[in-house]
């Protein structure tokens, strides 16, 4: 894994813009703390920071191959998780290889392929080839939408990058938002629209997007979208083919030249990725399994159930350190640590973010790089196979909203009055435009329709969200986070399996559960869903308060001029009374001043100005 940037321009010589590029590249250096490579000219930059995974000592970025009169330069960032299927396809093609890293693969399938090399590719990725003969660049995002790329375009050039900060580093973006973004950002947020960059100008290409950048002129396409097909296979086949799949995508990711941990929570998710590899690292005689997990200071003390949350990590985590023989490592959080990191997190998304959800994240992480660089996480499966409450209450399963946010009425109160009117508005039209992208059948029940409805929903938004914490927040720390659960294979056959099977058992996860009954411990098996821990110890109410406190009392900031102080005063003073979360099901009181906490932080370290 690693940190891209680039800048294509016509009209600057790039050779003279040495700070700016430099800048730029020391932006992202924790997403690539092992080595720096640059490929700079009079008319291209592009940029590289390196994690070193495969073939640490020749997988060196900017990578360069001249093939048939054209000279082709990538920097790349990702893993091809498919890579001897295609350097066997490429060496019949008469290609030979001086590495065994997926970089060199991707650059000399693209020299063979083009642009249409990209659906050969199964894997996460974020990269950029230079066509320096025909001056053409070429960008390109994975199906799912696992590694970022921003970018925004200019007068005969472009910028790009994993990170927003690498834009803003090279001078050509400014730190501007509209009220297109503050809409963003309060009525929506942590999550953003597809392709939104939040700052005036910047752009995201999505998940399964591609883009040619030739004259001055920026042309995308999709090449990958979730189409609707029937599903053939019975409810046997169904649980057999749900199990391989799933196992091959885990056991594809376990390939690395350096060492390897595992996420694990004691959830059906995680579980089911260490079993996976605690077999097959058997079967291979690797020895076993090194998991972790993250707890909070006192949360044994605090810990009481709800709808959300039926039962703590702790009560099962050690039932799958027993089964696996991991070698296991809890790591406890600090509350205070906690809300200090939510400054971090910031500067790791570059924008307010899932506020303690990103910074016990981020912290989690810096403990688990002291000892290794790439870990497996079970993020996804709630999206892809219907864990979440949202899916299976019918009184809210048909609602026209999105039901992580249900209602903008705790968003709006914070908000000064006659400011963003219509905020409520454009959350629906992105509800809207989303809903109509989800590709159907004629012969789907109105179930079936609204939960392909409900699949794009989440995919497009809360998936994403997510997506986007796990990469910034380990990133942040130079350590990989792999994602077995988005295997595009995965994704298109849990999109077409019919709810009566995905739901097997009338369970969330049900059709997970019955692939895994045979593999898993029972209890961890039909262990109801719960999510991603957070605190629950008082301490962190407080502390988080009381930063709101001297925030109100700020004079002439933009936070000032847009908050309702009363109304936030009243949320810290009765948190038990908000009815509905700001976001998910763990965006409560602690965490809306969390969230204000980031806002002044963000519009401060970035000297963000509102252009309306």
């Known amino acids: 894994m690693c940190g891209i940037a680039g800048w294509l321009d016509d009209s600057r010589d790039l050779r003279e813009k040495t700070n700016e590029i430099y800048a730029m590249s020391r932006s992202i250096q924790n997403r690539g703390p092992d080595e720096s490579g640059e490929y700079v000219t009079h008319d291209v930059a592009l940029l590289h920071r390196r994690l070193a995974v495969i073939d640490v000592e020749n997988g060196k970025q900017p990578m360069t191959l001249h093939f048939k009169g054209e000279t082709y330069v990538i920097v790349y960032n990702g893993e091809l998780y498919n890579t001897d299927e295609i350097r066997t396809n490429l060496i019949s093609k008469g290609h030979s290889f001086s590495t065994h890293s997926d970089t060199e693969v991707l650059l000399h399938a693209y020299a063979q392929y083009g642009k249409k090399c990209v659906h050969m590719l199964n894997g996460i990725y974020a990269f950029a ?28 050039g472009i910028v790009f990058g994993s990170e927003i900060k690498a834009l803003l580093s090279s001078g050509m973006v400014k730190p501007t938002i509209n009220e297109t973004g503050l809409y963003e950002i309060f009525f929506l947020g942590p999550a953003r629209s597809p392709k939104n960059g939040i700052f005036k100008g910047v752009k ?29 296979d019975s409810e046997e086949q169904t649980i057999e083919k749900t199990r ?61 159930k709800n709808a959300f ?56 992480c810096k403990e688990i790089k002291k000892d290794y ?15 979440y409450p949202w899916y299976h209450n019918k009184n809210i399963l048909f609602e026209e909203c999105f039901p992580w946010s249900r209602s903008q009425e705790i968003r709006r ?79 298109e056959y849990a999109y077409n399996m019919p709810w009566q099977i995905k739901a097997y058992g009338g369970r969330e996860k049900g059709i997970i559960r019955k692939a895994f009954e045979n593999i898993l411990p029972y ?13 629950h110890n008082p301490e962190y109410m407080k502390l ?46 602690p965490q809306i001043m969390a969230y204000i906490i980031e806002l002044d932080y963000w519009f401060e370290k970035y000297g963000v100005v509102i252009e309306c």
């Open 129 to 156: 080839v230079y066509e320096v003969n025909s001056k053409k660049l070429f960008l390109c995002r994975d199906r799912i939408g696992v590694k970022p790329l921003f970018y925004s375009k200019f007068k005969g």
């Open 204 to 232: 995201e290409l999505r998940p399964g997007e591609m883009a040619i950048f030739k004259n001055g002129k920026l042309y995308k396409e999709t090449y990958y979208t979730i189409k609707a097909n029937e599903h053939t």
């Open 244 to 304: 391989f799949l799933l196992t091959d995508a885990i056991e594809r990711q376990l390939v690395t030249d350096v060492p390897m941990c595992f996420f694990l929570s004691g959830g059906l998710d995680s579980s089911i990725i260490c079993k996976t590899a605690s077999e097959y690292y058997k079967r291979n005689n690797m020895g076993t399994i090194n998991t972790y997990s993250v707890e909070y200071e006192d949360n044994r003390k605090y810990f009481t």
């Open 309 to 364: 949350q039926p039962n703590a990590d702790f009560d099962y985590i050690s039932i799958m350190v027993n089964d696996t023989n991991s070698t296991h490592t809890e790591i406890v959080l600090d509350n205070k640590k906690v809300m200090e990191a939510l400054f971090d997190s910031v500067e790791a998304r570059d924008l307010p973010g899932y506020v303690d959800i990103d910074s016990s994240l981020l912290l989690f």
């Open 373 to 387: 660089t790439v870990a497996l996480s079970g993020e996804c499966a709630d999206e892809l196979f219907g864990g």
């Open 413 to 491: 109160s914070i908000l000064k009055k006659g400011i963003l009117k219509r905020g409520e508005d454009y959350v629906m039209s992105k509800y809207f435009d989303t809903i109509r992208k989800a590709d159907t059948l004629p012969t789907d029940s109105a179930v079936d329709k609204r939960m392909r409805e409900m699949f794009m929903l989440n995919f497009n938004w809360f998936m994403q969200c997510l997506l986007e914490r796990k990469d910034r927040c380990s990133m942040y720390s130079g350590l990989e986070v792999r994602v077995p659960f988005c295997d595009y294979r995965l994704v």
């Open 523 to 535: 209890d961890i098996c039909y262990r109801k869903k719960s999510p991603y821990p957070k605190t």
């Open 544 to 589: 988080c308060s009381d930063k709101v406190k001297e925030i109100l009392e700020k004079k002439n900031t933009v936070l000032s001029s847009l908050l309702d102080k009363d109304s936030v005063i009243n949320i810290m003073n009765n948190p038990d009374k908000i009815s509905s979360p700001w976001y998910g099901q763990l965006m409560r009181a």
